[in-house]
C-alpha cells in the first residue's frame, strides 16, 4: 500500500523507454513488436497491482468473520506464487514461462468455480469477483508473453493449433512467427504463418480467427470452390469451432502472388491490366461450369436498406429528400429504392452462376510467375447474379484513394475492360437485362460504399452516381428495359 506510487513510476519508466526505442526503429523493423510487447505486460502488471490494492479498500471485509474468508485464502497463495513465473526478459522467448503461467490459470478458473458457499454473502460476491479479476489479469499477462515471442494475433487458446499447423511445414520445434497482416472492419484476425520468427523468412500458411459463423461460412464457401473451380480457391489445413456464438479459426493455404488492391496503389498499372484480361478468361470458364437455369435474385434493394441505417450514421445527409425544381419532381432516395426493386422482379438474371459474394481489389491474387488467379475471403459465396460481383469489383476500384487524375485514367480503362469482357459474356448467353440489372447493382454498391468513405466530398461522389444509376433506370420504359445501355463514361469518370 505505502510503494503503491513507486508501481506507477515503474510503469512509467518502461513507457518512456520503449518509447525511446520506437523512435530509433522503423514500426515494422526488428524488435519493435518486442518492445510493444513489453509495454503491454508492463501495463498489465500495473492493473493487476491495482487489483491487489483494492482488496484493501473493501470496508465490508473487514467486518467479515474469518470464515468468508478461508475458501479464498489458499486460492490467493497460489495466485500470488503464480506471479513468480512472470520474469521477463527480453532476450528471451518467454514462450515457456507463458504457457506455464497458461496451465495456471487453468487451474486456479477451475478451483475458483468449485468455490461454494461464502459466494452468496455480500462479502463472499465481493472476493469472488475480485479473485475472478486477478486469475482474468494472469492469463492475459501469459498471452502477452507469447505474443512477446510470436506476435500480437497468438494467445493461449491459439497456440497449440498455431504450433501443430507448423508442424505440418517443417520440423518439430517452437521456432515459427506469426506477423499480422490485415485489420478488418470486422475485427477479425488475419496473420500469416512463417517458418521463422523473422519477417524475412517464409510465409508457410495463413491464420485466420473471427466469429464462428464466419469461420463456417468460409468453409462451405471453399468446398463450393473446390467443387467448381478448385484452382482459384486455397485449402483448409486445419480449423478449431467449438461453439458458434464464439470465436473460431482456421489456417488456410497461403497464395502466392499480390492482391490487385496492392498493384493498383502502387501504380503498377500494365500488371493490373493482365490481371485483369486473366480474371476475365477466368470468369468465364467458371460462368460456364457453373450455370444452373434457375433464376438468380440476389435482390439488391433489399441488400441496400439492410445496410442504409449504417450508411446513413456514416453520412445522415448524403442521401437526399424528396426535392421540386421549377415543378419537377425529384424522388427521395427511398423512393428511387422501391421503385428500383420492383423493377428487379422484371429483369431477374436468367441462370445462376457460383460468385464470389464480396469480390472486392483485396480478395484477388494475381501470381505472376504462374499467370494464375486466386481468390480469398470466400465466406460469402453462393450460387447468384455473376452481375452482382462485376458491380462489386467495379466500384472496389472506383473507391480506391487514388485521385490524381493519370490514376483514375488508368483505373477508368480497368472498369471499361471489364464492362467489356461481361457484356461480350451476357451476349453470348442471350442475358438482355444484363445492362439494367448492372445498373442496379452498381446503384447498390456504390450507395453501400459511402459507410467506409469518411471524405464527405468523396462520399458524396459515390453517393450521386447511385441516386442518377436508379433514376435512370426507374424511369425507362418497361418496353424498353432490355435496350437500355449502361452510360459507362459518365458513371466513372470524374
Known amino acids: 500500500m505505502n510503494r503503491k506510487g513507486y508501481r506507477k513510476t515503474l510503469q512509467e519508466k518502461v513507457e518512456l523507454s520503449v518509447a525511446m526505442d520506437v523512435r530509433r526503429r522503423k514500426v515494422d523493423g526488428p524488435g519493435f513488436q518486442q ?8 501495463r498489465l502488471l500495473d492493473q493487476l497491482g491495482q487489483a491487489c490494492l483494492d482488496f484493501t479498500d473493501i470496508r465490508a471485509l473487514r467486518a467479515a468473520p474469518d470464515k468468508h474468508f478461508k475458501p479464498y485464502a489458499k486460492l490467493i497463495r497460489r495466485i500470488r506464487k503464480s506471479l513468480a513465473l512472470v520474469l521477463i526478459n527480453p532476450e528471451d522467448a518467454n514462450t515457456r514461462q507463458g504457457l506455464k503461467l497458461g496451465r495456471r490459470v487453468a487451474k486456479l478458473t477451475a478451483s475458483l468455480d468449485e468455490v461454494s458457499g461464502p459466494a452468496d454473502s455480500d462479502p463472499g460476491q ?19 508473453l507469447l505474443a512477446a515471442n510470436f506476435g500480437p494475433a497468438v494467445r493461449l487458446q491459439n497456440y497449440k493449433q498455431l504450433r501443430n499447423a507448423a508442424h505440418a511445414f517443417a520440423d518439430e520445434s517452437d521456432s515459427f512467427g506469426v506477423e499480422r497482416l490485415a485489420l478488418t472492419r470486422s475485427g477479425s484476425t488475419i496473420a ?30 471453399v468446398d463450393q470452390w473446390k467443387k467448381v473451380y478448385p484452382k482459384v480457391a486455397p485449402s483448409v489445413i486445419s480449423h478449431n469451432v467449438e461453439h458458434e456464438d464464439e470465436l473460431g479459426s482456421m489456417v488456410i493455404e497461403h497464395l502466392p502472388g499480390r492482391t490487385l488492391e496492392s498493384l493498383l496503389l ?8 493482365i490481371l485483369v484480361n486473366k ?17 438468380a435474385e440476389p435482390g439488391y434493394m433489399q441488400q441496400l436498406r439492410k445496410r442504409l441505417p449504417e450508411t446513413r450514421q456514416t453520412h445522415p445527409d448524403l442521401f437526399s429528400e424528396a426535392q421540386t425544381i421549377c415543378g419537377l419532381v425529384r424522388p427521395d432516395f427511398n423512393q428511387l429504392v422501391d421503385r428500383a426493386e420492383n423493377l428487379e422482379n422484371r429483369v431477374r438474371a436468367p441462370f445462376s452462376v457460383l460468385i464470389h459474394g464480396d469480390f472486392n481489389v483485396d480478395n484477388l491474387i494475381y501470381d505472376e510467375l504462374k499467370d494464375r488467379i486466386y481468390f480469398i475471403d470466400l465466406h460469402r459465396a453462393s450460387y447468384s447474379d455473376y ?29 471499361s475492360q471489364l464492362y467489356r469482357f461481361a457484356r461480350r459474356f451476357a451476349k453470348s448467353r442471350d442475358d438482355a437485362s444484363f445492362d439494367t440489372r448492372l445498373a442496379v447493382a452498381l446503384a447498390r454498391s456504390f450507395a453501400t460504399s459511402t459507410r467506409f468513405i469518411y471524405d464527405k466530398r468523396f462520399a458524396r461522389r459515390l453517393a450521386l452516381r447511385a441516386s442518377f444509376l436508379l433514376e435512370s433506370v426507374t424511369r425507362l420504359n418497361p418496353d424498353k428495359l432490355e435496350t437500355y445501355r449502361l452510360p459507362l463514361e459518365d458513371i466513372f469518370s470524374d
Open 387 to 415: 452481375v452482382q460481383d462485376l458491380s462489386v469489383l467495379m466500384v472496389s476500384i472506383y473507391r480506391l484513394p487514388l485521385l490524381d487524375e493519370s490514376a483514375r485514367t488508368e483505373m477508368r480503362a480497368l472498369v
Open 35 to 42: 518492445a510493444k510487447s513489453l509495454e503491454r505486460l508492463a
Open 126 to 144: 465481493v472476493l469472488h469477483f475480485q479473485i475472478h479479476r486477478m486469475i482474468h489479469l494472469l492469463s492475459e499477462i501469459a498471452d502477452a
Open 192 to 221: 500469416a504463418l512463417r517458418a521463422e520468427h523473422e519477417a524475412s523468412s517464409e510465409v508457410m500458411a495463413v491464420y485466420k480467427e473471427g466469429q464462428a459463423s464466419k469461420v463456417l461460412e468460409e468453409i462451405s464457401g
Open 279 to 295: 480474371l476475365g478468361k477466368t470468369l468465364r470458364k467458371i460462368w460456364k461450369s457453373s450455370s444452373t437455369r434457375e433464376h
Open 266 to 273: 502502387n501504380s503498377q498499372w500494365d500488371l493490373a491490366g
